[in-house]
Structure formats: structure tokens, C-alpha cells
């Protein structure tokens, strides 16, 4: 099972950037396809990005399209999400998690980062 620990995230004005960091553990994690969902107050968690294993296909929420990045490495089995022109809905807690063949969640979230974008 691939254990995930986060790290990036922050305050941050509306237009500006933030980097997030997912680095995993345990052998699965280079072979699993990897995403970022993430949460407000009283809101199921939503889908925001996933990469294949290999990080060639990505696939975006519409909303985040042509301003988030999905990246990973896994020489160091790390995952990535840059975010570029941030807006006040994008304020939110991220999470990054393995995923399944399916593309669904599997396994360990990360324990979750909070992003706050302020207008």
C-alpha cells in the first residue's frame, strides 16, 4: 500500500501560484496512476487531476483546465500539482491518492493540504 505524505499549499492572492507535493512509499507507488481531489466546509471531496503511472496521459477537472499541472517523477516518487492563476474557489484542502485501474481512489489519502486564495 503506498503511503503519502504532502507538503506545499499555503495563502495566496487571487492570480498568484502554489506548488503542491505528494511524495509517496512503498514499491506500488511508480506503477499507480496518482490524482488530486480536494474538499470545502460541507462539500463532498471532488476530483481535480490525475496522471497515468507513467505521466504521459493526464486528465483535469474543466475548471482547473489551462491553469493546473499534473506532473510527477518517480525517480523520486513524487507527484506534483502546479497551480497558476488561482481564484477564490480554488480554495479548498487538497489531497493526493493512488488510483485504481478504474481511476477511483485507492487506498491511503495524503493527510491533506490546505490552499487558500484570498481576492
Known amino acids: 500500500q503506498v503511503q503519502l505524505v504532502q507538503s506545499g499549499g499555503g495563502l495566496v492572492q487571487a492570480g498568484g501560484s502554489l506548488r503542491l507535493s505528494c511524495v509517496g512509499s512503498?514499491?506500488?507507488?511508480?506503477?499507480?496512476?496518482m490524482g488530486w481531489f480536494r474538499q470545502t466546509p460541507g462539500k463532498e471531496r471532488e476530483f481535480v487531476a490525475r496522471?497515468?503511472?507513467?505521466?504521459?496521459?493526464?486528465y483535469y477537472e474543466d475548471s482547473v483546465k489551462g491553469r493546473f499541472t499534473i506532473s510527477r517523477d518517480n525517480a523520486k516518487n513524487t507527484v506534483y500539482l502546479q497551480m497558476n492563476s488561482l481564484k477564490p474557489e480554488d480554495t479548498a484542502v487538497y489531497y493526493c491518492?493512488?488510483?485504481?485501474?478504474?481511476?477511483?481512489?485507492?487506498?491511503?489519502w495524503g493527510q491533506g493540504t490546505q490552499v487558500t486564495v484570498s481576492s
Open positions: 496522471i497515468s503511472w507513467s505521466g504521459i496521459s493526464t
Open positions: 491518492i493512488a488510483l485504481d485501474t478504474s481511476n477511483e481512489p485507492l487506498g491511503s
Open positions: 512503498g514499491r506500488t507507488f511508480r506503477s499507480a496512476p
